[in-house]
Nanobody, 125 residues
Framework: VQLQASGGGLVQAGGSRRLSCSAS????????VAWFRQAPGKAREFVSA????????YYGDFVKGRFTISRDNDKKMVYLQMNALEPEDTAVYYC???????????????????WGQGTLVTVSS
């Protein structure tokens, strides 16, 4: 599967942004799709994931109810709605996918074998 992330840009603190991840290829429903982010000088961090099939949702601890992930299997799209953005959310956001990923590994980037190119979100104070 090939992924393309979009929707990044400049937003003021407290504002919102919706990221989109477009997928191509077959059997999209069989893939867990996640968002990771990487801020300058920091390690890549798990943000959120939506499981294949039943669509169970997972979030990183820092999200604290601010972000919502969703998927549309018919359109092969995954979205990340981000609200109440903070300057600390500034990062390049990547979408990633893995087929039939075990529940224990949804936050581990090493288990995702397909990655989009990343989209930069900058939150100004």
């Amino acid at each position: 599967v090939q992924l393309q992330a979009s929707g990044g840009g400049l937003v003021q603190a407290g504002g919102s942004r919706r990221l989109s991840c477009s997928a191509s290829g077959r059997f999209f429903i069989n893939y867990t799709v996640a968002w990771f982010r990487q801020a300058p000088g920091k390690a890549r961090e798990f943000v959120s994931a939506v499981k294949y099939g039943v669509g169970t949702l997972y979030y990183g601890d820092f999200v604290k109810g601010r972000f919502t992930i969703s998927r549309d299997n018919d359109k092969k799209m995954v979205y990340l709605q981000m609200n109440a953005l903070e300057p600390e959310d500034t990062a390049v956001y990547y979408c990633a996918a893995a087929s039939f990923l075990h529940d224990d590994y949804y936050s581990a980037d090493q288990y995702y074998n397909f990655w989009g190119q990343g989209t930069l979100v900058t939150v100004s104070s």
